[in-house]
């Protein structure tokens, strides 16, 4: 009896570890392999880039680019046009910039969109994101990418959390500001109530990532401090 009771504990861990592998291997599997084809041909509308540059625009020596997504998929023809309206809409300020960048990670083509707003008397920074399957040439919702990352928005929360409190600790060290803001004058500053809102998801390298929008400008100048990689925060 006793030896069947320890051979039961004994096997309660190893079916935990071995569920936990079976999960991690499915997660690398899906974003380190691609079930079509690495030239992605059988699913372009036409030749070329899977996301091209479809306008671009100089002003005062800075140039915008608005991308188009290159997939035969009617949900990704609405998405080209939903992007094509929201460039519009900023565009009409000439002085507002637009940028993107995307990368492939075995079936998941993430695209992210900057865009460098002039509207208001302090610039401020916005982004979208857009996660594709390429295999099934959709779009990937925000709880599927967490369920695939085996995380929850608790621990995006988390991961945000530390990279603001790294922040504020690292600007205390520099002296940009005195002892009299506090971390919530701090957060208060970068316009954060709550470290999910205005969150963007992007996969990179296989690494899930968020931008995270937040206001770079007070009365220390901490424009001078944060850079424009600051908003693009590892979570996993």
């Known amino acids: 009896m006793k030896n069947i009771l320890k051979n039961k504990k ?3 861990p190893l079916i935990v570890i071995g569920t ?3 999960v991690s291997f499915n997660i690398y599997f899906f974003i380190n392999n691609s079930s079509i084809n690495s030239d992605y041909n059988d699913i372009k509308e036409k030749r070329g880039s899977i996301v091209y540059t479809r306008y671009t625009r100089t002003y005062k020596e800075v140039t915008t680019i608005v991308p188009y997504i290159n997939l035969k998929s009617s949900i990704i023809g609405n998405l080209n046009k939903e992007i094509v309206d929201m460039a519009n809409g900023y565009l009409q300020n000439k002085n507002n910039v637009i940028s993107y960048d995307y ?3 075995g079936d998941i083509l993430s695209i992210v969109i900057q865009i460098n707003c002039y509207d208001r008397p302090l610039p401020e920074v916005f982004f979208r994101t857009y996660n594709i399957n390429l295999a099934e040439q959709r779009m990937i919702g925000e709880d599927e990418l967490l369920d695939l990352y085996g995380i929850d928005e608790e621990d995006v929360s988390a991961k945000i959390k530390e990279k603001f409190e790294y922040f504020f600790k690292d ?4 002296k940009i500001f005195d002892e009299e803001c506090d ?3 701090f957060l208060y500053m970068r316009g954060i109530k709550n470290y999910t809102d205005n969150i963007n998801y992007f996969v990179d390298n296989s690494k ?4 995270k ?5 007070s009365i220390y100048n901490e424009e001078k401090y944060f850079k424009n990689t600051d908003f693009k925060i590892e979570i996993v």
């Not at 929008?213 to 400008?217: H, K």
């Open 103 to 105: 990368k492939i990670s």
């Open 183 to 185: 971390y919530n004058c």
């Open 213 to 217: 929008e937040f206001n770079i400008y």
């Open 208 to 211: 899930l990532y968020v931008y």
């Open 10 to 12: 004994v096997s309660i």
């Open 171 to 174: 600007e205390r060290d520099k």
């Open 20 to 22: 936990f592998l079976l």
